[in-house]
């Protein structure tokens, strides 16, 4: 492999655990300003050293986060849509000298497999994938799931399993029942979203048994940013990812950091 595709995929995926803990925050690209993410500073400053990646947009980025910060950045170049109207007509936003310019060690672009821009979207990230072997950047691909989409594993394993034949690097998806049968047909690692805010002790659930299943990690967002307690939140994660807790230890953790005063 290529030595700088090797290093940035090794700045995303920590070599010392084969893991990653990436902080999403890029929700506002089509959700505007997202509960929690209204002061985008305010809320990613104080998460940024418990995050091994910031996957965002180049205006947050830009506007929102210090260059002086070591957090190595995931850039979200797909887009162009909002809620208002029909989501999977995502184009790419953002090109890739920009990435490289803004240091990204990754690229994120969203496929909508089964949606109405399905084409599109996968033709845009195959074309990204031959942009990313050209300079080195890793593409990671977001199978998002569309209203109509169930997630399951025969869906999610289709969608995973594309991006992956289209050659991207990581595939983000989301966990479910049977998912081990989704990383078993994706032959890159999988990182898992953590969609709605669940309970503390679910979503720490959720990413223990994702691991357990087989992801190499989580790239989450609302399930951190939206806690009331984010920074406790994001090290109860760390703590099952990286260091092999269970979730009741990192539920336990959670709540001793909370009690401690960790926002
Ligand atoms: C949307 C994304 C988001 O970053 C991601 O899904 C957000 O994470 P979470 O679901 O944990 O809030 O890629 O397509």
Redesign the pocket.
């Known amino acids: 492999m290529d030595w700088g595709l090797a290093n940035r995929l090794n700045l995303i995926i920590r070599p010392e655990t084969g893991r990653t803990v990436m902080l999403?925050?890029?929700?506002g690209?089509?959700q505007g300003p997202?509960t929690g993410l209204e002061n985008p500073r305010a809320t990613i400053t104080p998460l940024l050293p418990y995050a091994d990646t910031l996957?965002l947009t180049r205006g947050i980025l830009r506007t929102s986060v210090d260059p002086s910060s070591g957090t190595p950045v995931v850039l979200?170049v797909s887009g162009g849509t909002s809620v208002l109207k029909e989501l999977s007509n995502e184009g790419l936003a953002t090109c890739m000298e920009e990435a490289l310019r803004l240091n990204a060690v990754a690229v994120?672009h969203?496929i909508f497999v089964g949606g109405e821009g399905e084409r599109e979207s996968l033709l845009n990230l195959a074309k990204l994938v031959d942009e990313g072997q050209r300079y080195g950047m890793p593409v990671l691909a977001?199978t998002?799931v569309g209203r109509e989409m169930a997630r399951d594993a025969r869906y999610l394993g289709l969608a995973s399993r594309i991006a992956a034949e289209l050659g991207a690097n990581i595939v983000?998806t989301?966990y479910c029942d049977d998912f081990e049968k989704v990383v078993a047909g994706c032959p890159v690692p999988i990182v898992?979203?953590?969609?709605?805010?669940l309970a503390e002790y679910e979503a720490i659930k959720m990413a223990y048994n994702s691991i357990k299943h087989g992801a190499v990690g989580?790239?989450?967002?609302?399930?951190?940013?939206?806690c009331d307690a984010p920074v406790a939140m994001i090290r109860a994660v760390r703590a099952v990812v990286h260091e092999k807790k269970t979730a009741g230890q990192a539920l336990a953790l959670f709540e001793k950091l909370k009690n401690e005063g960790a926002k």
Request: no cysteine.
């Open positions: 999403a925050v890029d929700h690209y089509f997202t996957m979200r994120a969203s977001v998002a983000k989301y898992i979203a953590g969609g709605k805010k989580v790239d989450m967002g609302r399930n951190i940013f939206q």
